[in-house]
Structures are given as C-alpha cells and as structure tokens.
C-alpha cells in the first residue's frame, strides 16, 4: 500500500500510553480515519504543534498492520484555527459539529464534500466573519442536504400545497421529515416553524454558500432554527451527541 499524502482536519484526539497519540482524522481524499502519532506526547517538535483540535493539517500517513489504523509519519499545519480554542462558544460548536462527523461518518469512505463545508465552518467559526449561531445552522442544514436528510420546507408533503399557501405557523412533522399544513397533519412529533424562518432556512438549502455571508437573520428565527435542527438531525443520524448538552448548557 503507498503513504497516504492529503489535507485533514483533526477531530478527536486520545491519549495512547504514555507517549502516543490516537487521532481521528477528517481527510479531503479518504473520509475519516484513525492515526496513532508515535512520541507525539515526548516530544513537541516531533509534529511541530499540528495535533491540536480542529486544525487543518498535511500528513503523511503509512499502512499498519491493522486495516483500520495508520501510521503518523508527517504532519505540518496548514491553518490552527486556534481562536477556537480560546472561545468557550466556538470550542462547543466545533465540538458539536466534529462530533456529529465522528458518528456518521464511516471510516476510508471518501466524503470531499462533508470535508470541505467542516473547512468553511470552521475557518467562518475562526475568523469571525459569520456568528457562531448562524454558522451552526449552516453547518447541520448543509449536512442534512449532503447526507441525503434534506427537509421537506417547500410544500405540505401531503396535499402538496405550497408553503405560501400554508396559513399561520407552519407544522414540520419529524417522522416525515418535512412541513405540513394544519388540515393534514394529525401527528404528536411535530415543530412549529414561522415561514420567515422556513424561507430563510429554503435560502441557506439552496444558495451558494460563499454567499451566506450576507444573510441577516432576526434573532427569533435563529432560535427557532437552532431549536429544530438540534432536534431532528440527531434524530436523522440515530444518535445524540453528546456535545449538544454542553451547549444547552451554555445557553
Ligand atoms: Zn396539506
């Protein structure tokens, strides 16, 4: 098997007796995958500071005995994203968002395009230039899309009548994973979604992401967002990270 040689994203890292480190990585060209980084807790210099959480690294990796581990053999830093770090907020989300790749994401299974929303997220997280808040909304309805969860918001999934027809709040049903209109919904899982929120939230689906830098969003929408999507992408994904409770925590 050749070295491994692309761009990665450092989601998890753990402690490997008393010198090493494991570490789960986000790759551009082979999805998620395991790397033990031999002496990296003895010396420092062995991997120049590039091991820290959420940094975007080079490595080189080489095969192991093991299939679903490899061997650190370079690693230099290309961004450290390091005001993350430094904000309680910032570290949630990033936790969060990692946390949510780390349950789906299978290992060696290329996903270039959950790699590089992480990327944006991350990079719009670091440097300021989109709130925390929005930029999770962003993140879990991209990832929504990108996973093949994409919400219904368009039309009543049952009579088909579209959202601007709908009148008042609008119901999302969680077990059909979309809106529905009062007269045909007679669920007990639902949310209730204004239609402010709804279009917005049909914008961040459907827009160029380099552009959603210019969306401005009213603080109630981003609640209600917030709220929904913190409910039904876990529920999409089967699991619940446990990062959302340090969050909720944080509120
Ligand atoms: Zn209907």
């Known amino acids: 098997m050749e070295p491994l040689s692309t761009t990665a994203i450092v989601l998890r890292k753990v402690s490997y007796g008393d010198a090493d480190l494991i570490l789960s990585l986000l790759t ?3 999805g998620k995958i395991s790397v033990i980084a031999k ?5 420092v210099k062995r991997f120049g500071g590039a091991l ?22 370079e690693a230099s830093l290309i961004h450290p994203y390091d005001h993350i770090r430094t904000d309680i907020h910032m570290t949630a989300y990033a936790s969060y968002w990692t946390e949510i790749i780390l349950l ?9 395009s959950i790699y590089h929303l992480l ?12 709130h925390y808040d929005l930029m999770s909304i962003i993140f879990q309805i991209r990832f929504l899309v990108l996973t093949g969860f994409k919400p219904n918001l368009q039309t009543c999934g049952i009579c088909k009548k ?3 027809h709908i009148n008042g709040l609008t119901v999302f049903d969680l077990s059909k994973g979309g809106i529905a ?8 899982r639902a949310f209730y979604l204004s239609k402010g929120t709804i279009k917005q939230l049909n914008w961040i689906i459907s827009d160029n992401i380099k552009l959603i830098q210019r969306l401005k969003i009213s603080d109630q929408s981003i609640k209600e967002s917030l709220l929904f999507l913190e409910t039904f992408l876990p529920q999409c994904i089967d699991a619940f990270p446990k990062s959302l409770k340090f969050i909720y925590s944080l509120r």
């Open 28 to 30: 551009e060209t082979k």
């Open 39 to 43: 002496n990296a807790k003895k010396s």
């Open 52 to 73: 820290d959480l959420f940094s975007c690294i080079r490595i080189i990796a080489n095969p192991s005995r093991s299939k679903d581990l490899l061997f650190l053999q």
């Open 104 to 112: 789906w994401v299978e290992e060696q299974d290329k996903q270039s």
């Open 119 to 130: 990327e944006f997220a991350l990079e719009n997280l670091d440097n300021g230039h989109i």
């Open 162 to 164: 579209p959202l601007d």
């Open 181 to 188: 209109c009062k007269t045909c919904y007679h669920g007990n």
